[in-house]
């Protein structure tokens, strides 16, 4: 009985075999082994059956071999199905992907968009130039910001120039005199917010080597701005004059605690009410009584002391002291108790003075 289950066994291995090219034989080795299971499950009867289900295996092999292909054709079905699901699903994702990247680029155009629009506006903002015009000794508006109030100022910051300065380790030279063709001449004043300004007529020239220079105004400030050997004096008066190219010339005159100053009480006599109003008296005044006996000086090229700080100014700083009474000093000190600018660096600059 196990021998003939052997030989069934061996023919369905030899179906098996023939079965790699040829179909039919493939399908009859597929229903042989289907056979042959129930065969070895009831060997009792196997005797009988071994003979007939081996007859029968040629005959069932053509309509097997037909079950076979309608199931591999319901296979293909339903893997073309499954194919297409998958390529479905596939192609969703894909579209959802590139919808999703899309977006994400979109949203990062618009960013970058709005973070180059508010860097171009900062840009602007940082270009373009600045026009303030409020300036003071003091705080936020003071000295050492005036180069960023106004574009223009950028000198106040920056330039290597400047003055006041403190006049030391001057060159004694024989320097000479400056020449002063100054008249009684007619005259305004103002407060103008940073000092008390007197605005001379014309006529008043002083002569400095060979340029001439006309005297356009003078003004005071407290304390000193310059310095001689590091030490300032309680006041002083700048007599601002200019050629006819337009370079500056600064005179200036210090003024210390002593006797009343002539020229200076007639402008505080004549002092305005409000702040930015011009009073011209009917009066004259001689720049001359601005002028100390003694006319040694130091000089070197500087700046204007205030906005725009504007360099190429000759300066010419009297050695000589002129006096004012404590009551002229203590007057203006109600108005301005300090409008200087603080002393700059000298950069290397030549200061000259008289023997
Ligand atoms: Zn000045």
């Not at 699901?85 to 968009?113: M, V, W």
Request: glycine share 6%; proline share 6%; with cysteine.
């Amino acid at each position: 009985m196990r021998n003939l289950i052997a030989l069934f066994a061996c023919s369905c291995v030899a179906l098996s075999a023939s079965a790699a090219n040829d179909p039919a034989a493939a399908a009859a080795a597929r229903l042989a082994a289907s056979v042959s299971r129930p065969a070895s499950a009831m060997v009792p009867a196997a005797t009988k059956k071994a003979e007939p289900a081996e007859k029968k295996a040629e005959p069932k092999a053509e309509p097997a071999a037909s079950a076979s292909s309608t199931s591999e054709e319901d296979a293909e079905v339903e893997l073309s199905a499954k194919i297409a699901q998958r390529l479905a699903a596939l192609r969703e994702r894909q579209q959802a992907r590139a919808t999703a990247a899309a977006r994400a680029k979109k949203i990062a155009d618009a960013k970058r968009k709005q973070e180059e629009q508010a860097a171009a506006a900062a840009a602007a903002i940082a270009a373009a130039p600045k026009r303030g015009t409020g300036w003071s000794y003091e705080g936020e508006t003071g000295p050492a910001n005036w180069s960023k109030i106004n574009s223009d100022w950028v000198k106040c910051g920056t330039g290597n120039r400047q003055s006041p300065i403190d006049l030391r380790d001057g060159i004694k030279v024989n320097l000479e005199q400056i020449s002063f063709d100054y008249h009684p001449s007619s005259f305004s004043e103002v407060n103008n917010g940073h000092t008390i300004q007197v605005t001379v007529g014309g006529g008043n020239f002083i002569t400095v080597g060979n340029t001439v220079y006309e005297l356009q105004e003078f003004h005071f400030h407290r304390p000193s701005e310059e310095k001689i050997n590091g030490k300032g004096t309680e006041m002083v008066i700048h007599l601002v004059h200019k050629s006819a190219e337009g370079k500056i010339a600064i005179v200036a005159v210090l003024l210390e605690r002593g006797q009343p100053h002539r020229l200076m009480q007639t402008i505080w006599d004549n002092l305005p009410l409000e702040k930015f109003d011009t009073v011209s008296p009917a009066i004259v005044i001689d720049p001359t009584d601005a002028l100390p006996e003694r006319r040694d000086y130091f000089t070197y090229m500087g700046s204007l002391t205030e906005p725009p700080c504007t360099e190429g100014v000759l300066w010419m700083v009297f050695k000589q002291p002129m006096q004012a009474s404590p009551a002229q000093m203590a007057l203006f000190s109600r108005l301005y108790p300090l409008n200087a600018r603080p002393v700059q660096s000298t950069a290397g600059r030549m200061i000259k003075e008289s023997n």
